[in-house]
Nanobody
Framework: QVQLVESGGGLVQPGGSLRLSCAAS????????MGWYRQAPGQQREQVAT???????DYADSVKGRFTISRDNAKNTVYLQMNSLKPEDTGTYYC???????????????WGQGTQVTVSS
């Protein structure tokens, strides 16, 4: 089994910062792209930022210049540093990981349970 455990969400004022962490554990043979998605109430889940195992990043336009994704491959952990937070950044943030659990298995995307981020004064 594979588990993705997120941490670091919370309540922050506009202009503040938060750092999210997500650690993948379990039967992981190969770990590829890791990333963060978010979902606001009544809206679809959207990609926030992703990073491949070789370090290539991709950001949503709405977070470019404010959010930074990073990862520690030795720890199977991905981070999201969020600065200059805005009320529209509020939502549940989900960690994802594309990985294989065995040499002959196909890659599948796994999800964390989500962590709440609320930006409000």
């Amino acid at each position: 089994q594979v588990q993705l455990v997120e941490s670091g969400g919370g309540l922050v004022q506009p202009g503040g910062s938060l750092r999210l962490s997500c650690a993948a554990s379990g039967s992981i043979f190969s770990l590829y792209t890791m990333g963060w998605y978010r979902q606001a109430p009544g809206q679809q889940r959207e990609q926030v930022a992703t990073m491949t195992s070789s370090g290539i990043t991709d950001y949503a336009d709405s977070v470019k210049g404010r959010f930074t994704i990073s990862r520690d491959n030795a720890k199977n952990t991905v981070y999201l540093q969020m600065n200059s937070l805005k009320p529209e950044d509020t939502g549940t943030y989900y960690c994802s990981a594309l990985l294989r659990i065995g040499e002959i298995d196909l890659a599948n995307k796994y999800w964390g349970q989500g962590t709440q981020v609320t930006v409000s004064s």
